[in-house]
T-cell receptor, first 113, second 114 residues
Framework: NAGVTQTPKFRVLKTGQSMTLLCAQDMNHEYMYWYRQDPGMGLRLIHYSVGEGTTAKGEVPDGYNVSRLKKQNFLLGLESAAPSQTSVYFC????????????FGAGTRLSVL | GNSVTQMEGPVTLSEEAFLTINCTYTATGYPSLFWYVQYPGEGLQLLLKATKADDKGSNKGFEATYRKETTSFHLEKGSVQVSDSAVYFCALENYGGSQGNLIFGKGTKLSVKP
């Protein structure tokens, strides 16, 4: 059972470089989310999507862009990475807002030097 | 706005000790409440949930009761094992919002020694 799959698992970037994190889910979920996890901060919502072709900002969206061209995929992009974006990124999905049980990927550990 | 406050860790216990991790919340309405667990190197997974006042969620020996009068959802386990070592997150649904997202506490790291 794949569930939610994130790629890559680890990445090191230099300041100013760009990259895309991929999240794929095989549960036919409508809602998908990107969170970042920082020490002592818990998880904070970056962007989310309530369906294919739709995206919206969360709590900490600055410096990130997202796309949901296909229902099963949710991409998180960093156009010009900064050291403040060093974090662990988690993708999650849920069937709908009313279902409210979220399923998480294993995370992507990103370091920006 | 809605928020979750949980006790800071780390918490270190001996095997078979009793565990309590405190969680209190601030919210409008009556959102569902959750405990998620994150084992080392893994993503979060749902441990238990409660959807209304006085509900008790339970799983793997863990329990938590939705207390409206004290706005609390404390996690308890009567006898912890080494395999329970993990980070525990209390969360509430973004009740009334359209995002369907969860609002998380900062997490409490539990270490259980043999």
């Amino acid at each position: 059972n794949a569930g939610v799959t994130q790629t890559p698992k680890f990445r090191v970037l230099k300041t100013g470089q760009s990259m895309t994190l991929l999240c794929a889910q095989d549960m036919n979920h409508e809602y998908m989310y990107w969170y970042r996890q920082d020490p002592g901060m818990g998880l904070r919502l970056i962007h989310y999507s309530v369906g294919e072709g739709t995206t919206a900002k969360g709590e900490v969206p600055d410096g990130y862009n997202v796309s949901r061209l296909k229902k099963q995929n949710f991409l998180l992009g960093l156009e010009s990475a900064a050291p403040s974006q060093t974090s662990v990124y988690f993708c999650a999905s849920t069937a709908s807002a009313s279902k409210n049980i979220q399923y998480f990927g294993a995370g992507t550990r990103l370091s920006v030097l | 706005g809605n928020s979750v406050t949980q006790m800071e860790g780390p918490v270190t216990l001996s095997e078979e000790a009793f565990l309590t991790i405190n969680c209190t919340y601030t919210a409008t309405g009556y959102p569902s409440l959750f405990w998620y667990v994150q084992y080392p190197g893994e993503g979060l997974q749902l441990l238990l949930k409660a959807t209304k006042a006085d509900d008790k969620g339970s799983n793997k020996g863990f329990e938590a009761t939705y207390r409206k009068e004290t706005t609390s959802f404390h996690l308890e386990k009567g006898s912890v094992q080494v395999s329970d070592s993990a980070v525990y997150f209390c969360a509430l649904e973004n009740y009334g919002g359209s995002q369907g997202n969860l609002i998380f506490g900062k997490g409490t790291k539990l270490s259980v020694k043999p």
